[in-house]
């Protein structure tokens, strides 16, 4: 068994442990399943980042998937068992294990009831996840992508909040109609082209098919795709789903979850449908610019913490989508860098609500206000999460956006120009946020007599603090990971005159390159320096 | 020479039948000892049944032809999967008090099963698809003595059984009207030929559709459903086991000889009705299914969405859909035994969804394994469920046939909310009562229910791809050898 499967089937066998485990004392049991389901996605997060030392990131494999493991399965219905990761790939297979130990340290003290099925349906949750990211074959890839759906559905179900029942119904219902839509377009990709494997795909799918039947699976794969990520007008689960979730239930969403619906188009739409692609990235656009704008002056008008952390979680899928269709290596580099960024700084941000919700027992803004006298620390490290979701240089969150803008206004200004406005109201409501919540006259009793971090939350934060100060200052280890990745798929664009991009098989020229762009942001631009 | 080796698994059960009828008796005690000893008894038999069934299916790759009967591998396999069904729901009633005469039925049902999936004419499947048919009323309105609703049911359940046989048989007349023969394999070389007069044409195809709807009837598909939701809700958990599995895959596999061996050449327009079929079936099944509040009419709405997959796959003449049909079934029939076993922990009698509310808290093995059987029947990755669909959606795509497909995923779209509805009630609800659900005591439910759980969770490793490749060679085999050309792969949604 190879190093991908290890990983992720591991914590599978962490959920036959938590099964079979048993203890006289109750709490003793539930303290037992804790460290059983931190220990073993530790130890998947070993397998991550040993994975991704040995990556070869410049030699001549940098381009295709690696750590191939490919096994018949199946054959009557023509599918392998086949994985491997590419840096894209990579990127968010880290991204996954790192989250799920913050998830359950996260949820200590705050699960009280059924810990061992939660701890059990996290395990789960991360199988299927990096399953997803891991898989090369069409139907592999479906049935992780679906998979996910189950124990996120019990997540929220069960330990969800008031409206549970509504948001987890709503959140499986939406997304297994697109997904079902997808299934049978790989099916019909695979009847008609007469291979399931993706990397193979990505190669020969668009020379045999025709562009109708590429429109046709486009928006199949489109449904799929854009309910998870996901686009106005698909988006109204996130809100509820992301309100009713446990706080770790919101981070897996908010951090792994979404990027799916990005990872989809990145394997699919765009590799395999260029024809398609090209018809209609201009509704992509469309919808990409409403999710920015419209979403971000909705997130203005929440009165509920996380409403407003979910609703600009659309907001920045907008620029994600919007930079993918933009077809430019710089652009779609940094739409993926956008996904990772945003998975670590929404996961906090989520997390840091947790923290408030955990002592206050509610996400009403107005209850909160001058917590900055009380909790220092947590001021300190909300403020910076807060910072790097609108992208303020030096945080993570200002690579993605800076590098999405610039890709899009090479080919479309208009569309970069209109996303930028998105930047504008993206401080507009982060800022609103935390003055009512962190600062202004402590009034209320009950947050006088809050505490600060405790040292298990100081240690959940520290590593994405870390992460993303580091993605903000140095990205380019990140960038010559994707760099190589991100070419391979857009290289059925790389001759297309339509595309006015100036050179498109060397994109840091065209970012090094003088470009209308103010200097000022240039200066930024070396500072984190891409090359 | 006749061997009788092949006919043994049939001859058994009305060897064994017969024997308890005069040995034990009509005045004899109905106690459960007496139940018991006999069930103990058939259960003895069916293994030794099973074996021969397994050596006869070694011997018999090729066929080994009776009067009227034809033994070869898909008959064998048949065979084999309805004795161990059989054998599991003999395990399932060894608790029961129930009246001696329910082992009879239930074994001369089998017999009528063995008698369909091997017949070779019209004639002996007519015989075999009665004499289940006669014995499953009988069974159904057994407990009419304490539960006069089964009585309903099952009277329902025997008038439209009866017209649709009725129906079937004057179907049969048309076609032994214009051709004279009952033979399958008579009837293929019949209706091959190319220069069929226009007159004999329309009398085969609606003599065939007629045939048709006898097994429409029997898988309960629209239009011909209505007795499904009236028998499950009325019959105990136990007999509703029975009946959604075994019947459920004899008739598939002799609907599988019927449209592989003398219905071939009339695919075309039999492919068409089924379709519609299927799709009406789908829906009506997934929507009906949205405001049942008994649990066991939701099931039988589901059923009749998911036999509507089953005639889906059957409507292409591939051996891809046939065999996507035969494994969908025998996936199905243990997925539904497996079930109603469980079910039976909590009650024989019927269930409102709400009697399941917090029943996760009295036995959260009971509740999370009942969700696996209701993901699996939804098509959720990675259960049995998802693989059996994929195979009938490829079958039917490679055919070029969208529009069902269609229907089908829209199906399961609004299905998938009422198997989530009741995971709802039984993992996420709080008990409506203090004492929460209160669980029945049936021994041997459990151990079934391991083994079909099992079953749907290693599907994808262990029997499933060896049975897809296998059911599909079955079929394969099936079909006329000289196949009119399927139509070439041509990219869809093409304009012509």
Redesign the interface.
């Known amino acids: 068994m190879g190093i991908l499967s290890m990983m992720t089937y591991l914590p599978l066998l962490g959920v036959l442990g938590i099964v079979l485990s048993g203890s006289d004392s109750r709490a003793r049991l539930d303290e037992n399943v804790k460290v059983l389901a931190l220990f073993v996605s530790l130890i998947v997060l070993a397998l991550a980042v040993y994975v991704g030392l040995h990556f070869d990131v410049s030699g001549d494999n940098a381009a295709n998937f690696q750590f191939i493991e490919q096994v018949t399965?199946?054959?009557?219905?023509?599918l392998t068992y086949h994985m491997g990761v590419d840096g894209i790939a990579l990127c968010f297979v880290l991204l996954s294990a790192l989250l799920v130990p913050l998830c359950i340290l996260a949820s200590w003290n705050s699960i009280k009831h059924r810990v061992r099925e939660y701890m059990a349906a996290f395990l789960i949750l991360e199988t299927f996840m990096i399953g997803m990211f891991c898989a090369l074959d069409l139907?592999l890839f479906?049935?992780?992508f679906?998979?996910v759906?189950?124990p996120m559905?019990?997540i929220i179900?069960?330990w969800g909040g008031y409206r549970?029942?509504y948001a987890t119904?709503k959140l499986?219902?939406y997304t297994?109609?697109g997904s079902?839509?997808m299934?049978?377009g790989l099916?019909?990709l695979?009847?008609?082209t007469g291979s399931s494997s993706i990397p193979d795909l990505m190669k020969g799918a668009p020379a045999l098919?025709?562009p109708?039947?590429q429109g046709?699976l486009w928006w199949g794969f489109f449904a799929a795709f854009a309910v998870k990520i996901p686009m106005v007008p698909f988006h109204t689960w996130l809100p509820d789903a992301h309100v009713e979730a446990p706080t770790a239930g919101s981070v897996i969403l908010a951090g792994v979850l979404l990027k799916m619906g990005g990872y989809g188009f990145l394997r699919f739409s765009l590799p395999m449908l260029p024809q398609a692609t090209l018809e209609y990235a201009h509704v992509v656009y469309a919808l990409s610019l409403v999710a920015v704008i419209y979403t971000s002056l909705i997130a203005f008008v929440q009165t509920d913490i996380k409403k407003v952390v979910a609703y600009s979680s659309v907001a920045h899928m907008g620029y994600v989508t919007a930079g993918l269709f933009a077809l430019t290596v710089p652009a779609a580099q940094g739409a993926i860098f956008q996904m990772l960024s945003h998975g670590l700084v929404s996961a906090a941000l989520f997390l840091c609500i947790g923290v408030l919700y955990d002592r206050l027992k509610t996400r009403d803004m107005d209850q909160f206000g001058g917590v900055t006298q009380v909790m220092p620390r947590f001021a300190v490290v909300f403020m910076l999460f807060i910072l790097a979701g609108v992208g303020l240089p030096g945080t993570s969150g200002f690579v993605g956006e800076f590098l999405v803008l610039i890709g899009t206004y090479i080919v479309q200004p208009w569309v970069a120009l209109a996303l930028g406005t998105g930047l504008v109201l993206g401080a507009v409501y982060s800022l609103w946020l935390y003055r009512r919540v962190m600062q202004g006259p402590m009034t209320r009793d009950a947050v006088k007599a809050l505490s600060d971090l405790s040292r298990r939350e100081q240690v959940i934060f520290a590593p994405l603090i870390i992460l993303v100060l580091w993605m903000g200052i140095f990205p380019t280890p990140v960038l010559s990971v994707l760099e190589p990745a991100v070419k391979q798929v857009l290289s059925p664009y790389a001759s297309n005159p339509s595309l006015a991009a100036p050179d498109l098989s060397a994109p840091h020229h065209a970012l090094d390159a003088p470009q209308p762009i103010s200097p000022q942001i240039n200066d930024h631009n070396e500072e984190k320096g891409p090359q | 020479m006749l061997s009788f080796l092949p006919l043994s698994p049939a001859l058994s059960p009305m060897i064994l039948a017969t024997a308890l009828l005069f040995f034990v008796g009509y005045g004899a005690v109905r106690s459960r000892a007496t139940y018991g000893s006999v069930a103990f008894l058939a259960l003895l038999a069916l293994v030794i049944v099973m074996d021969a069934a397994g050596l006869s299916f070694a011997m018999n790759l090729s066929p080994d032809r009776w009067p009227s009967l034809v033994f070869d591998g898909l008959s064998s396999a048949a065979t084999l999967a309805l004795c161990g069904m059989m054998a599991a729901f003999f395990v399932l009633t060894l608790g029961l008090a129930w009246p001696l005469e329910a082992a009879l039925l239930v074994l001369f049902a089998l017999l009528g099963m063995l008698l369909m999936v091997s017949a070779d004419s019209l004639m002996m499947f007519y015989m075999g698809l009665e004499m289940q048919s006669l014995a499953l009323y009988v069974f159904i309105a057994l407990q009419g003595r304490q539960d006069p609703p089964a009585i309903e049911a099952a009277l329902k359940y025997f008038i439209l059984g009866a017209l649709a046989s009725g129906l079937m048989l004057l179907g049969m007349s048309f076609l032994y009207g214009q051709w004279g023969v009952l033979g399958y394999g008579d009837l293929l070389a019949l209706l091959t030929n190319p220069e069929l007069p226009p007159s004999a044409l329309l009398w085969s195809t609606l003599g065939a559709g007629l045939v048709l709807v006898g097994f429409l009837f029997k898988l309960s598909l629209v239009p011909f459903h209505m007795w499904t939701p009236d028998v499950y809700q009325a019959a105990p958990s136990s007999v509703v086991a029975f009946l959604g599995s075994l019947p459920k895959v004899a008739a598939t596999v002799a609907l599988v000889r019927l449209l592989a061996g003398p219905f071939y050449p009339l695919m075309p327009d039999l492919g068409d009705l089924l379709r519609v079929v299927a799709a009406l079936s789908l829906l009506w099944g997934a929507l009906a299914g949205l405001r049942q509040s008994s649990l066991r009419r939701l099931m039988a709405y589901s059923t009749i969405a998911q036999m509507g997959f089953v005639v889906m796959a059957l409507s292409v003449p591939t051996a891809e859909g046939m065999g996507a049909a035969l494994v969908y079934v025998v996936v199905y029939a243990v997925t539904s035994l497996g079930f109603f076993a469980l079910l039976m922990r909590v009650s024989d009698a019927d269930l409102s969804l709400n009697d399941m509310a917090g029943l996760v808290k009295t036995s959260p093995v009971t509740a999370y394994w009942l969700a696996v059987f209701l993901l699996s029947l939804a098509g959720m990755p990675f259960f049995a469920g998802f693989f059996t669909k994929l195979s009938v959606f490829q079958a039917v795509l490679a055919q070029q046939h969208y529009a069902v497909v269609f229907a089908a995923a829209f199906s399961s779209v609004v299905a998938m909310y009422y198997y989530l509805r009741v995971i709802k009630v039984m993992i996420f609800d709080d008990a409506a009562t203090d004492h929460g659900v209160v669980m029945g005591n049936h021994g041997a439910s459990l151990p079934l229910a391991v083994v079909a759980v099992l079953f749907l969770c290693v599907f994808f490793i262990a029997p499933g791809p060896q049975m897809t490749t296998f059911a599909q060679k079955l079929a394969g085999d099936l079909l006329p050898q000289t196949a009119p050309p399927t139509p070439a792969m041509k990219p869809p949604f093409e304009k012509e």
């Not at chain 1, 399965?73 to 023509?78: M, V």
């Open positions: 399965w199946f054959p009557s219905l023509g139907v479906y049935i992780f679906e998979g759906l189950i559905f019990l179900g069960i549970r029942i119904f499986f219902l297994f109609l079902i839509l299934l049978v099916i019909v695979y009847k008609t098919l025709s109708s039947l046709w």
